[in-house]
């Protein structure tokens, strides 16, 4: 009993069945840890597998879904640079994770590959880093945790426009702490953000 899922996909997988990918998706959209086990077992190489359509892995899939088991499976079957794939919308994993706003999944992510914090995901000028990801959707661990792991000098790159739009959405969002040690560690930003704000209201 111990080995039927696996059994099952081995002989799925030897036809090539179109299924056993939809399966392999919609176990990690519903966090179904025996099913990823099993397919993974049965083809290794599928923890690489990118959606059709959306070119979503299913550790983009299971983070954004807050699966967190499910995550911290696949990052145990991956290798440090799988982590970097990225979707149809230039999204890592880890950017997909500032959405759920599970830290846990995050800290796995980043414990893999530290050089997710640094990697700006998102459509040509609307790149942002994933800590400006997560201010955005408002979730306070996951923020904290994302810029004490950014390093500064990410924060002072593009003539420190990176910076000063985290500073804009700390504001914004309400993370006045957060803007406070922004301002004392990086005063300039501070012109920077007036601009910021000018253009934006």
């Known amino acids: 009993m111990k080995y039927l899922v696996e059994d099952k996909y081995m002989m799925a997988s030897s036809s090539s069945s179109s299924s056993t990918h939809e399966d392999w ?62 979707d149809n919308q230039k999204w890592t994993a880890l950017a997909s994770a500032t959405r759920s706003g599970i830290t846990k999944i995050a800290e796995c992510l980043v414990r893999k590959n530290n050089r997710l914090v640094s990697i700006a995901c ?39 426009a990176r910076g000063a739009t985290v500073l804009y959405w700390s504001i914004n969002s309400q993370f006045y702490d957060l803007a406070l040690e922004l301002v004392e560690c990086c005063p300039e930003l501070v012109d920077h953000h007036a601009i910021h704000d000018d253009e934006n209201s």
């Open 25 to 86: 998706f919609e176990a990690a959209r519903e966090g179904n840890l025996k099913i990823v086990q099993g397919l993974v077992r049965a083809m290794p190489e599928i923890v690489r597998e990118q959606h059709p359509i959306s070119k979503e892995t299913a550790l983009h899939i299971a983070a954004n879904n807050g699966n967190v088991d499910v995550v911290e499976y696949l990052v145990s079957q991956m290798e440090e640079n799988d982590l970097e794939i990225e």
């Open 122 to 160: 998102g459509l040509d000028e609307h790149s942002c880093l994933p800590l400006q990801w997560a201010l955005t959707y408002g979730h306070s661990h996951m923020v904290r945790y994302l810029y004490n792991e950014t390093p500064i000098q990410q924060l002072l790159a593009n003539n420190v």
